[in-house]
């Protein structure tokens, strides 16, 4: 991850860091003419010093540059009225302590080729559960008793679940000391052989809204940690424009 901010900060920043450079180091400058403009013994102690002093200015000036201009890997808001607080930060969202979201199409299908590691979900199952498919489905299927009646069976499907559950159903998986929240957004559909995702803004919106009456319910007021839930193979097309 350092590896990957520094490359991104020297092929992406780099006209930002000039931009702090020239600034800090026009700054450092102005405060050491303007002071010798006015005394001749401090422009005698800057003329017998001054390759020590630009070396010194050029390296502040650089380590300015290169702190102000390096990308921001977190960033916090709290809101005290609802006593929450929110972080944005880059990570590993498998590799966090605390209870975890990820996404799923609507047959909470865990029966697919895993060796990729495209998704979360395919990473999860084999990260965190060392690709034990029929444990999955069974500690899905005990979280969704009592919710067989709003599912409809797809004889079609070829293979894998046959249940397709609506937008926003979440199945809860213990996992360590920790809970999955597995949240259905996106809509599978076949073509032939072939699968693919279906969603858009109403859907994320109507999924994120049984999600969080999910952990409004499960999540006993402990952190949690959610992926940019869409932008993925959800195919959600939304700009922050």
């Not at 991104?8 to 860091?17: A, M, R, S, V």
């Not at 990570?91 to 495209?118: C, H, P, Q």
């Not at 919710?147 to 199945?171: C, W």
Request: charged fraction near 20%.
């Amino acid at each position: 991850m350092r590896k990957l901010k520094w490359n991104y900060l020297f092929t992406t920043n780099y006209l930002l860091i000039g931009k702090y450079f020239h600034l800090a180091f026009g700054t450092i400058w102005l405060l050491i003419e303007c002071p010798s403009a006015l005394s001749s013994k401090l422009e005698d102690l800057i003329d017998k010093g001054e390759l020590f002093i630009l070396a010194a200015a050029l390296v502040v000036s650089f380590a300015f540059a290169i702190f102000k201009a390096f990308s921001r890997t977190s960033y916090t808001k709290k809101f005290k009225s609802a006593q929450t607080s929110i972080s944005l930060k880059v990570g590993d969202l498998l590799a966090e302590k605390e209870d975890i979201v990820i996404g799923s199409s609507d047959f909470f299908d865990f029966n697919y080729n895993r060796t990729i590691g495209v998704s979360l979900k395919s990473q999860m199952i084999s990260r965190l559960f060392d690709n034990d498919i029929n444990y999955i489905n069974n500690i899905v299927q005990q979280s969704l008793v009592g919710l067989e009646n709003i599912a409809e069976l797809d004889q079609l499907k070829p293979s894998g679940n046959k249940l397709r559950y609506p937008i926003g159903t979440v199945a809860v998986l213990p996992q360590a000391n920790r809970r999955i929240f597995v949240v259905i957004l996106t809509k599978l559909k076949f073509i032939g052989n072939d699968k693919h995702t279906q969603s858009d803004h109403l859907i994320l919106n109507q999924a994120l809204i049984g999600l969080w009456e999910k952990i409004k319910v499960e999540g006993r007021k402990k952190k949690f940690s959610v992926p940019v839930l869409g932008a993925g193979l959800a195919n959600v097309n939304l700009s922050l424009l």
